[in-house]
């Protein structure tokens, strides 16, 4: 889900002064967003890409994403991953309307994927698994698709606005707002049966450290199940990721089995799936699990 113009700009529920920028620091950080947005409308990349540096010029923290705009554009390089106050904001601005958005007319279903590969994978009827941790769980999808499989279930997220809508649900025993990886590298003498990031890596490219923190937090035996989105056709050979003309990262597939293998996660599962549909045209991605042994 890409930003929309100047809402998309604005701090988040109107805290201006705390996030640093005044009233007139934010009319023109949404000037130059939506002029970079017409310039790429109008096919002048070059135009786009001076108005969004413009952006980080005037908002360092980057609520717009100029940064991975700047990136997609082949004008700058790809941060590691998308700005935490861009997806913050983004999501916080969408999350009323997120799931109608992203599953009626995105046709996302990856959670229900993964709860399938998960009861085929784990024993018991139902499988259960008695702690799981939802990385990005947005506004519970996760949650709802695992049903019984989860004995507890925690939540962490950037926008506070998704965890609010997850919350009404009732299916989580608590949440965490904050960033996944710092949240897993804090959580000492914790672990988890099953981590799942669903629709978590097309806000990440580099991702030795979620992956790093997964391995200290994952419970001998335990799963870690996430989704991923195809590398851009524009990619170079070898790239693990980079960003898409969506805004989006990509990754391939045979490198992260790699990565993980290298931090003890042994494949447990791999298929190709279509993780979203854009304007009717399928956005490839891979559904992967990976296992810690048991000894």
């Known amino acids: 889900?890409?930003?929309r113009g100047?809402?998309?700009?604005?701090?988040?529920?109107g805290a201006d002064v705390e996030d640093g920028l005044t009233e007139d620091a934010l009319d023109r950080l949404a000037e130059a967003y939506?002029?970079?947005?017409?310039?790429?409308?109008?096919?002048?990349?070059e135009g786009a890409a001076a108005a969004f540096r413009d952006c980080l010029m005037i908002d360092p923290d980057d609520r717009g994403g100029a940064s991975v705009r700047l990136a997609a554009l082949g004008a700058g390089p790809a941060p590691e991953r998308a700005p935490p106050a861009y997806v913050a904001t983004l999501f916080d601005q969408h999350a009323d309307s997120f799931e109608m958005t992203l599953v009626m007319s995105l046709g996302y279903a990856v959670p229900e994927r993964i709860a399938e590969t998960l009861a085929a994978l784990a024993p018991g009827d139902p499988p259960r698994f008695a702690r799981v941790l939802d990385l990005g769980c947005g506004t519970g999808l996760v949650g709802e698709a695992l049903g019984e499989m989860a004995a507890e279930i925690e939540g962490i997220d950037l926008s506070e606005g998704m965890l609010d809508v997850a919350?009404?649900?009732?299916?989580?025993?608590?949440?965490?707002?904050?960033?996944?990886?710092?949240?897993?590298?804090?959580?000492?003498?914790?672990?988890?049966?099953?981590?799942?990031?669903?629709d978590v890596l097309p806000y990440l490219g580099a991702v030795?450290?979620?992956?790093?923190?997964?391995a200290l937090r994952l419970a001998p035996g335990g799963l870690f199940a996430f989704s991923t989105e195809a590398l851009p056709a524009e990619a170079q050979e070898g790239q693990v990721w980079a960003v898409g003309p969506k805004q989006r990262y990509g990754h391939d597939p045979d490198q992260l089995v790699a990565l993980l293998d290298a931090?003890?996660?042994?494949?447990?599962?791999?298929?190709?799936v279509t993780v979203r549909y854009e304007s009717g045209v399928p956005a490839a991605g891979h559904l992967i699990v990976a296992g810690r042994s048991v000894a």
Request: with cysteine.
């Open 1 to 3: 889900m890409a930003g």
């Open 6 to 13: 100047a809402a998309a700009c604005r701090a988040r529920n």
């Open 34 to 45: 939506d002029r970079g947005l017409a310039c790429e409308r109008a096919g002048d990349p």
């Open 167 to 198: 919350d009404e649900k009732e299916i989580y025993a608590g949440f965490h707002i904050g960033d996944a990886v710092a949240f897993l590298e804090q959580a000492d003498g914790v672990a988890w049966d099953l981590i799942v990031a669903a």
């Open 208 to 214: 030795e450290p979620l992956f790093n923190a997964v």
């Open 263 to 272: 931090r003890g996660l042994v494949l447990r599962h791999i298929e190709a």
